[in-house]
Every structure is written in structure tokens, then in C-alpha cells.
């Protein structure tokens, strides 16, 4: 490579010192040859070159959808999925209202059934069947 810039300079400086009609000719001879060289290299385009190192071509349409925004407030804590919270909560250990007496997910302050003292118990209807076979055994 470096003999070619030297003929090149070599013959520039010869013609620096002559005429500018030998310029022009010697010009004409650089394009003539870069032409012939540049059409019998294949041109290929930054995508050509790419399909190629990857052996695939690019598809013609593409079916990528933007992501979701991102949430970049708050604690970091991961969000989860409305099938994650159905299944926490059927894992949810049930209590005892204190106003229906049943075991459920809510308490005596977020009952729907209005707030009745006396409502019997599980405990207290067990009672009265056990007082019932007792007294029917006999």
C-alpha cells in the first residue's frame, strides 16, 4: 500500500513541475481506473452486508409492539398480576365475625349483616343438638 501513495507522490510532484495539461490527463487516468475498479467490486448496502454476515434476510414488516411505560415511582416493590392476588387471597386464613359467627374473610366491623347481639353461635347450636340426642337416647 504504501508503494502505491509513493508512485502517486512520485508522479504529482513530476507533474507539479510541468505542465496543467499533464494534470488534467493523469486526473482523467485516476478516475478512468477507479471507475473500472469500483464496477467490477460488487456495491453492497450496510443491510446487504448485515443479511449476510447473518445468513437471514430482514423480514419486510415488523410486528413489534412498544413496551409498557414504566413506573418509576415508588417503592420498586414488583407489581402483581390479578391471578397472583386471587390466589393470595383464597390462601388467606379466615376469621370468625364476631357479628354473624362464621368463618369468613371479614370481621364484626365489616360484616354486611346488620349488628345483632344474640345471633347464635356454631358452639351454641352444638350444644342443643348434643342436649337433643341426649334427651332422645334416653
Known sequence: MSNVWSEIYKTVGLLDSGE??????FSKLLKQFRETVVGAVEKKSKNKE???LLGCKAPQEIDILPPHKAKNKGSGKRQMSSKEKAVRKTEKRKRRC?????????????CNLPFVEDLPSDDDERETDDEEEESSDA
Open 20 to 25: 496543467l495539461k499533464n494534470m488534467k490527463e
Open 50 to 52: 448485515i443479511e449476510d
Open 98 to 110: 364476631g357479628n354473624c359467627k362464621r368463618w369468613v374473610n371479614h370481621n364484626s366491623r365489616t
